[in-house]
């Protein structure tokens, strides 16, 4: 990142994603602002900051104005950082961009706190917006006078009312460039550092589905790149990045095969120029052949996924997937029929064609019915894919579902813990299990992962320098408004949560989810663990109820009380088992290298509870010196499950760091050594419990 740019732009984590990503749509800006000599940059840390440290990055870096990228996912992260910044740094103007301003200014102004927002692509604009901000900054009256001259811009006028915005924009802005090709390259430009950004050889969709924003914001149109900006902007990015190893550049065009000449063209001249490039592409069953699916995989493509949505003809036709849903010339939904027949060859193919398939689904459709939905999942079990995305219908702003959801008896509300949309269907459709190879199992697996490592204490390459990555909340400690406060500050963006409860309500408190959300704390996961005496004591069991990735039980028992963690299948809703120990006084390294004597000590052992985690015993630094996981009581906050203190609530991570390191020097030679009596191992133990069958009882 460039310090002092005219504009940093941020995009911050939201929904499935916990990073500061590199975002195609901003390349794009900051190669626009480059050619007008403005300079730009992106916000990428290299790990996720605290709100605080947040904030001196942006003080380091010192922009001159800040764009955020906001989506129905990360609006509420995109409140906090911008009402921190205008507190901390009251004299930079804030301005929006991204899909939810383009279809919900009002809300987008109403939740975030910026200055203006823009709607639509915002090449044509953007560069006349920077050049027309004040050296300092002005009133918001200022920015509403820019609505007048700048159709795309939506501020408050004097009586903070929303004004502006007389052109909602598109993804393609044609009044500024005649073709998609004259828009600069921000590949060319070096702009994009990662494979992982993706790529986009079109804009736009042209297709009906009724649940679409994207194809709303392009007026159902497609813009194409020309093949030979495709070509020059891949080879780009071949020759920046070893794209011949495990990256893979996703190319994001809603429709990728929608012309299959065109398609035809750039494989074959990737194929003639001899460019190496793992790709991954998305398309619709009815717009491949079995010849083209072959000519992909010669080009490079490893992966296609298909969007299904529903196996139910009559929910298609609903949903304009196939025809306008007021089609009266086709009563028996025949080519709805069609559909589905040609899809179920369009995987085959694929298959046989060597590429991984992937179909997605989504739940909760107009007309759609549960026994539509039980059907939709029986057509993808007969596909037999190896991995499907089930999806639930969310309904947004702009799109024709919106404004006609109440004829479907769907209702969409704001949410009162992020201010975001709110979708509630006709019928419970959390209520039907998805197929043991969903995303949601996938996610759900994630989850309990991430859980059980902020239990564990492991470090997370997600998180920055200074911060830690999870707090733990025991029983005993109360949340409260101060508490929250001092969470922002010292765990990451997008960090994970854990409350610790003896309560026999799992339920989420409204209460707390508000506070959480008033006090600026910016969570990827939050996570209930009910302990419970469900097995005979010394065991426990753990319910962790989740906020995000849907609800997962974590059953949690000693070692050896039953069948050895992730190597048992979850449960028909996904769940996964936990395993925890409760160790022998003595330290493991007391104990001999003999296997039995080992397992005996780990199963009768009656001290401190750990989570089961065989890389706890072997040689290197202890997990409480990297200060990880941060562990909250009523005494004081802690480096581990234990009670010996390093500081209280309040204090700054740095101080809590530096009390970890100077516990860990007065323990003498041993620094290693644990007063909670587990302790690293002699590397013959270690040797020993990595070739024993021991890893298999406690490796999760």
């Not at 298959?351 to 057509?379: C, F, I």
């Amino acid at each position: 990142m460039d310090d002092n740019p005219s504009v940093l732009f941020i995009a911050p984590p939201g929904g499935s994603s916990q990073l500061f990503e590199e975002s195609i749509g901003i390349g794009f800006l900051i190669s626009t602002l480059k050619r007008s000599g403005i300079t730009a940059s992106q916000y990428l840390p290299t790990g996720n900051p605290s709100v605080r440290t947040f904030v001196e990055d942006i003080k380091r870096i010192s922009p001159h104005s800040i764009g955020f990228t906001v989506y129905d996912t990360n609006i509420d992260a995109c409140r906090v950082l911008a009402k921190t910044l205008r507190e901390a740094c009251p004299l930079i103007p804030l301005f929006l961009g991204g899909p939810t301003v383009t279809f919900s200014p009002t809300y987008s102004l109403n939740t975030v706190p910026a200055h203006f927002g823009l709607r639509g692509a915002g090449e044509g604009y953007i560069s006349e917006i920077i050049q027309s901000l004040p050296s300092t900054l002005s009133s918001d009256s200022y920015y509403s006078m820019l609505c007048e001259t700048i159709p795309n811009i939506v501020s408050y006028d004097r009586c903070h009312r929303i004004v502006g915005g007389s052109e909602r924009g598109s993804s393609f802005p044609a009044r500024h460039f005649d073709s998609l090709d004259d828009i600069p390259s921000p590949y060319r430009d070096g702009v994009v550092r990662e494979p992982r950004t993706g790529y986009l050889t079109s804009r736009g969709c042209n297709q009906n589905c009724t649940y679409c924003s994207f194809a709303e914001l392009s007026t159902r149109k497609v813009k194409f790149h020309s093949v030979e900006r495709v070509i020059d902007d891949l080879s780009i990015l071949s020759r920046a990045f070893d794209l011949e190893s495990d990256h893979v550049i996703p190319i994001y065009d809603d429709t990728f095969t929608l012309q299959r000449g065109r398609v035809q063209k750039i494989c074959d001249e990737m194929i003639r120029v001899g460019l190496k490039a793992r790709l991954s592409c998305v398309t619709r069953g009815d717009k491949v052949d079995l010849e083209l699916l072959r000519l992909l995989k010669a080009a490079g493509f490893i992966c296609i996924a298909f969007g299904l949505e529903s196996a139910s003809p009559k929910v298609l036709r609903a949903i304009g997937k196939i025809q306008p849903p007021g089609t009266e010339d086709d009563p028996t939904y025949s080519r709805e029929i069609e559909y589905l027949s040609q899809f179920r060859m369009a995987v085959r193919w694929a298959t046989e064609a060597g590429l991984r398939v992937q179909v997605s689904m989504m739940a909760g459709l107009p007309q759609e019915e549960v026994t539509d939905l039980h059907a939709t999942l029986a057509y993808i079990r007969d596909l037999e894919v190896p991995h499907y995305v089930h999806n639930v219908l969310r309904v947004f702003e702009g799109t024709p579902l919106f404004r006609e959801a109440a004829e479907h008896s769907i209702v969409v509300s704001t949410s009162k813990f992020g201010g975001q949309h709110v979708t509630t269907h006709k019928y419970d459709v959390m209520r039907v299990e998805p197929l043991p190879n969903s995303s949601v199992y996938q996610r759900k697996k994630v989850m309990a992962w991430n859980t059980i490592n902020a239990m564990c204490g492991r470090p997370n390459p997600v998180a920055g320098a200074g911060v830690a990555w999870a707090v733990v909340v025991h029983e005993d400690c109360e949340m409260s408004e101060a508490l929250f406060h001092w969470i922002s500050t010292v765990m990451m963006i997008g960090g994970t949560l854990v409350k610790v409860t003896s309560s026999p309500h799992l339920e989420k408190d409204e209460e707390l989810f508000v506070l959480l959300r008033e006090c600026g704390v910016i969570l990827h996961q939050f996570v209930l663990l009910q302990k419970t005496d469900q097995f005979a004591s010394p065991n426990s069991t753990y319910r962790g109820s989740s906020t995000f990735g849907g609800t997962n039980v974590f059953s949690v028992r000693r070692l050896g009380s039953g069948p050895p963690v992730w190597r048992t299948e979850h449960d028909n809703r996904g769940d996964w088992t936990v395993e925890i120990i409760n160790p022998h006084p003595r330290s493991v390294s007391d104990v001999s290298s003999n296997h039995e004597d080992l397992v005996s000590m780990l199963e009768t052992g009656s001290g401190l509870t750990q989570i089961a985690d065989c890389c706890r015993w072997i040689n290197g630094r202890p997990r409480c010196m990297k200060l990880a996981v941060l562990h909250v009581r009523k005494g004081g906050v802690a480096a581990c499950w234990g009670e010996d203190y390093i500081g209280q609530v309040g204090d700054s991570y740095e101080a809590l760091q530096k009390a970890a390191l100077e516990k860990m020097a007065k323990r003498g030679e041993e620094p290693a050594r644990c007063p909670y009596q587990v302790t690293r191992v002699e590397k013959d133990i270690s040797a020993n419990i990595l070739d024993s069958e021991l890893v298999s009882r406690i490796l999760w």
